[in-house]
């Protein structure tokens, strides 16, 4: 293929300014680069990206931006928007392009457990991050993963070993505050045989002119382990965000996943689970709430590879003001995957007339024993509901209030960790107090 238009800010250039001394990672970015100068902007003309137009979206970004000394953590919202520190196992916070805090309870190291700067994890632990990395989620998928492989800098590497269990929440913030930049925040998770971990990536910014994000997250969850994993997007306005997870389990692994989208101008979610192994089993949940003009767009896929699995699904969003949303979800099962058992649900509720949402349920079955399912729907708040509580005294507003808390609570009450589902009871309550 004959290389693209140079684009501006992303060429060999940008690329030889972010050395590593890591060999591996030298070939893939260059790699990577090449494959994003040679592939097109995804096209709406195909399926996987018929609901998002990026056609007219201007690439000229910063590659990078600092993320400046420790010492910066003090100012503005930051640590604020992590948490209580205290309340973790670990803590790692990515400003813009760079790492510049990571924190790690000092027992856990003792025990094998490896948390930081997926760089610097690069250099020292190249024998778990080489084999992992970018294996899920190939540079050549797109043109915006070829550009994450080539750009990314920092991210987080999180490895467990075998028979450890972590018994508090790891977490890494990404923070971006600089205007005009990118950033590709990657998390590659390694869970060994019979471990348990729970992880949550948490990206933020105030609002910004223009921004982009380019996330990756890769799970290796081995044999008999227990995972779960948390993302909550939170960005800003003006900031386009294109994120990929994708999981590979194995034998009688349990995974559970949470998605959670609330910023962004334009978001594009794909979760993706592999259930490579048999007696696999995969929670994957999913909670969004758009307003004004923004534009979400989730994918999902319940990749069924191996016999006895199960996967669940459930997705649940809002809309309000003139913001758009589409779900697309597919169940894949493949011709050994007998006895799989899958459900697939996305409802959504919309509370403006101005206001649109897709729902788009697909079943693809190449095995004759299974049990699989899937159910959509979309529609404003029944008005039977709202007159029912009007005639017990309770207003009009605060009865649309309570409608949409039980709308999502089928959804918070499997949100296992506390202090998540507390934040995504206060976003919900900020978006329809107008102020999200």
Same mark, same amino acid.
């Given at each position: 293929? $004959?290389? &693209?238009?140079?684009?501006?800010?992303?060429?060999?250039? &940008?690329?030889?300014? /972010?050395?590593?001394?890591?060999?591996?990672?030298?070939?893939?970015?260059?790699?990577?680069?090449?494959?994003?100068?040679?592939?097109?902007?995804?096209?709406?003309?195909?399926?996987?990206?018929?609901?998002?137009?990026?056609?007219?979206?201007? !690439?000229?970004?910063?590659?990078?931006?600092?993320? %400046?000394?420790?010492?910066?953590?003090?100012?503005?919202?930051?640590?604020? &928007?992590?948490?209580?520190?205290?309340?973790?196992?670990?803590?790692?916070? =990515?400003?813009?392009?760079?790492?510049?805090? #990571?924190?790690? #309870?000092? %027992?856990?190291?003792?025990?094998?457990?490896?948390?930081?700067?997926?760089?610097? &994890?690069?250099?020292?632990?190249? $024998? !778990?991050?080489?084999?992992?990395?970018?294996?899920?989620?190939?540079?050549?998928?797109?043109?915006?993963?070829?550009?994450?492989?080539?750009?990314? @800098?920092? %991210?987080?590497?999180?490895?467990?070993?075998?028979?450890?269990?972590?018994?508090?929440?790891?977490?890494?913030?990404?923070?971006?505050?600089?205007?005009?930049?990118?950033?590709?925040?990657? @998390?590659?998770?390694?869970?060994?045989?019979?471990?348990?971990?729970?992880?949550?990536?948490?990206? +933020?910014?105030?609002?910004?002119?223009?921004?982009?994000?380019?996330?990756?997250?890769?799970?290796?969850?081995?044999?008999?382990?227990?995972?779960?994993?948390?993302?909550?997007?939170?960005?800003?306005?003006?900031?386009?965000?294109?994120?990929? =997870?994708?999981?590979?389990?194995?034998?009688?692994?349990?995974?559970?996943?949470?998605?959670?989208?609330?910023?962004?101008?334009?978001?594009?979610?794909?979760?993706? @689970?592999?259930?490579?192994?048999?007696?696999?089993?995969?929670?994957? /949940?999913?909670?969004?709430?758009?307003?004004? @003009?923004?534009?979400?767009?989730?994918?999902?896929?319940?990749?069924?590879?191996?016999?006895?699995?199960?996967?669940?699904?459930?997705?649940?969003?809002? !809309?309000?003001?003139?913001?758009?949303?589409?779900?697309?979800?597919? +169940?894949?099962?493949?011709?050994?995957?007998?006895?799989?058992?899958?459900?697939?649900?996305?409802?959504?509720?919309?509370?403006?007339?101005?206001?649109?949402?897709?729902?788009?349920?697909?079943?693809?079955?190449?095995?004759?024993?299974?049990?699989?399912?899937?159910?959509?729907?979309?529609?404003?708040?029944?008005?039977?509901?709202?007159?029912?509580? =009007?005639?017990?005294?309770?207003?009009?507003?605060?009865?649309?209030?309570?409608?949409?808390?039980?709308?999502? =609570?089928?959804?918070?009450?499997?949100?296992?960790?506390?202090?998540?589902?507390?934040?995504?009871?206060?976003?919900?309550?900020?978006? /329809?107090?107008?102020?999200?």
């Amino acid at each position: 293929m $004959e290389p &693209a238009t140079k684009v501006q800010g992303f060429d060999e250039e &940008a690329l030889s300014a /972010l050395s590593s001394s890591t060999l591996f990672v030298e070939a893939l970015r260059k790699q990577a680069l090449e494959e994003f100068l040679a592939l097109p902007i995804p096209s709406q003309e195909t399926e996987e990206w018929r609901y998002t137009d990026l056609s007219d979206l201007d !690439l000229s970004f910063a590659p990078f931006a600092p993320g %400046g000394d420790a010492e910066s953590l003090n100012r503005g919202k930051i640590l604020q &928007a992590a948490g209580v520190v205290g309340e973790r196992a670990g803590l790692q916070i =990515q400003r813009n392009s760079e790492v510049v805090s #990571t924190q790690l #309870t000092e %027992g856990l190291g003792a025990k094998g457990v490896i948390f930081g700067d997926l760089d610097r &994890a690069a250099e020292e632990h190249p $024998e !778990l991050v080489e084999p992992h990395l970018h294996a899920l989620v190939p540079t050549s998928r797109t043109k915006f993963t070829a550009l994450h492989g080539a750009f990314r @800098t920092g %991210g987080t590497f999180l490895y467990v070993p075998p028979a450890v269990t972590v018994e508090l929440p790891l977490q890494t913030l990404t923070y971006l505050d600089a205007d005009g930049a990118a950033v590709f925040p990657h @998390t590659l998770i390694v869970v060994g045989q019979d471990a348990e971990v729970t992880f949550i990536d948490r990206y +933020v910014s105030p609002a910004l002119s223009r921004a982009l994000s380019v996330g990756i997250t890769e799970i290796h969850a081995g044999a008999a382990s227990r995972v779960r994993y948390v993302s909550i997007q939170e960005w800003g306005d003006g900031v386009t965000h294109l994120g990929v =997870q994708r999981a590979r389990t194995g034998r009688d692994t349990e995974l559970r996943t949470v998605a959670i989208g609330f910023g962004a101008s334009l978001a594009r979610a794909e979760a993706e @689970t592999e259930l490579a192994e048999p007696g696999g089993f995969s929670e994957m /949940l999913g909670v969004f709430f758009a307003d004004g @003009t923004q534009h979400f767009d989730h994918r999902s896929l319940q990749d069924h590879v191996a016999p006895n699995c199960k996967s669940d699904l459930l997705y649940k969003g809002a !809309l309000k003001g003139e913001s758009r949303a589409v779900y697309s979800g597919w +169940v894949h099962v493949r011709p050994d995957a007998q006895k799989t058992d899958a459900m697939q649900t996305s409802r959504n509720i919309v509370l403006s007339d101005r206001a649109k949402a897709d729902a788009i349920p697909n079943l693809e079955i190449e095995a004759n024993d299974v049990r699989c399912g899937h159910a959509a729907s979309v529609g404003p708040v029944e008005e039977e509901q709202v007159f029912y509580l =009007q005639s017990r005294g309770i207003r009009r507003d605060e009865a649309e209030r309570l409608i949409v808390f039980g709308f999502f =609570q089928e959804v918070l009450d499997r949100i296992t960790l506390e202090e998540v589902r507390d934040s995504v009871s206060h976003a919900i309550e900020q978006e /329809l107090a107008g102020e999200g």
